[in-house]
């Protein structure tokens, strides 16, 4: 079994930044593919971003140029860098991991996920 554990949100105002952070831990998992996804009140959880297991990363185009997702294979970590963060980002914000991912925009498809981390944006 694989834990995820998100870290990193916050309270920021619009034009900030932050980082946040999934750290895997129990049953290896390296390659595979990783996402980020992100659930406001009273929505529907919403695709992010995504690495997959070719390293190919792929991005919704409402943070498209704002957002970037990294990893450090080393700590079995994954990074979700947001910049110029708007009142429209909030959301409580959730890492997921899949090993047999056909469609990375659908939640149905990952197999861990994280806890989730609170983001809010002030405007």
């Known amino acids: 079994q694989v834990q995820l554990a998100e870290s990193g949100g916050g309270l920021v105002q619009a034009g900030g930044s932050l980082r946040l952070s999934c750290a895997a831990s129990g049953r290896t998992f390296t390659d595979g593919y990783w996402a980020w996804f992100r659930q406001a009140p009273g929505k529907e959880r919403e695709y992010v971003g995504a690495r997959v297991d070719n390293g190919l990363i792929t991005y919704a185009d409402s943070v498209k140029g704002r957002f970037t997702i990294s990893r450090d294979s080393a700590k079995s970590t994954v990074y979700l860098q947001m910049n110029d963060l708007k009142p429209e980002d909030t959301a409580v914000y959730y890492c997921?991991?899949?090993?047999?991912?056909?469609?990375?925009?659908?939640?149905?498809?990952?197999?861990?996920w994280g806890q989730g981390t609170q983001v809010t944006v002030s405007s």
């Open positions: 997921a991991a899949g090993n047999s991912v056909r469609v990375v925009r659908s939640p149905r498809q990952y197999d861990y």
